[in-house]
């Protein structure tokens, strides 16, 4: 399922999106907490985390909070501008977390970027495990940006590495989106891997182990017909280095550090060359 944001009304969710923010009164046992935009937006990060965002509407929002769908609309004033708020609002942990542990403080001019590559796998693997803990972000499409702050955030994080780095102000923008979108495209296999048991009933081992198991019996010159795909086999190409993982989310991972590497070459060079080149 793929949802666009910027749905609501242009004027308000732009309002909401950026208002000063001040922290959710959290719901427990007692009075019933005020509500506020940022408790409703939080409760319904907590559906979607739990349930998909399938399961997100005014409705369970409200059930989670003692109160009826009606009362949401005062502060939120539909589902959509409620999961452009969501969207954005998630991002905010996610940045929070660069910026308290590996994230550099300040870049200015001269500053020595060594370490530029090691920033960017840091970087990028965050926001992997963040994909993981909030899979139904994937379900929004990246096509319409909600420009809200803390998407803008996470946007000045990177580039501030990419650009304190060498990189070219132009360049900065296509290596970003390209860093992104693999990790939207690699993270999407490994978050369907650990939801196919619950979706499916059969957990991944039995379920490759079936399939495998006919694939030998019924198709008995495969070797004859996939000799690279054969050969690659005998060499541990699809072994799973790690046995507690399922298959699907290892070979996804790898995958991604593989392709996040040559890009990474890439960007490198770029740099290089930037740097050679005469003021």
């Known amino acids: 399922m793929v949802v666009y944001a910027g749905q609501g009304d242009p004027r308000r969710s732009m309002q909401l999106l950026w208002r000063d923010h001040e922290p959710a009164e959290r719901t427990g046992p007692g009075p019933r907490a005020q509500l506020s935009v940022d408790l409703v937006v939080e409760t319904a990060i907590a559906v979607a985390d739990a349930e998909g965002l399938q399961a997100l509407s005014m ?3 409200g059930e989670r909070l003692g109160r009826t769908a009606m009362s949401l609309y005062t502060y939120v004033a539909s589902k959509n501008e409620l999961v452009d708020l969501m969207y954005d609002h998630s991002f905010a942990e996610l940045v929070r977390e660069w910026e308290e542990t590996t994230g550099p403080a300040s870049l200015g001019a001269g500053t020595d970027r060594t370490e530029w590559r090691e920033e960017v796998l840091a970087w990028s693997g965050q926001l992997w495990r963040f994909y993981l803990r909030h899979p139904w972000t994937l379900d929004i499409s990246a096509a319409r940006p909600v420009l809200g702050p803390h998407e803008y955030r996470l946007f000045e994080s990177l580039a501030t590495v990419l650009y304190g780095a060498g990189l070219p102000a132009k360049a900065v923008g296509g290596a ?4 992104v979108n693999l990790v939207r495209g690699m993270v999407r296999t490994a978050a369907e891997a650990r939801q196919a048991e619950a979706v499916t009933g059969q957990p991944e081992d039995q379920w490759w182990f079936a ?3 006919q694939l030998e019996e019924i198709v008995d010159d495969f070797s004859e017909r996939f000799p690279t795909l054969t050969l690659m086999t005998e060499q541990g190409a699809f072994d799973n280095a790690d046995s507690t993982a399922p298959y699907l989310e ?15 070459d890439g960007v490198g060079g770029r740099i290089a060359a930037a740097s050679d080149t005469p003021a």
């Open 250 to 264: 290892q070979e996804a991972w790898e995958s991604f550090q593989f392709g996040l590497d040559a890009l990474l």
């Open 176 to 179: 970003y989106n390209s860093i």
């Open 211 to 213: 399939r495998s198991a």
């Open 59 to 61: 409705r369970a929002v």
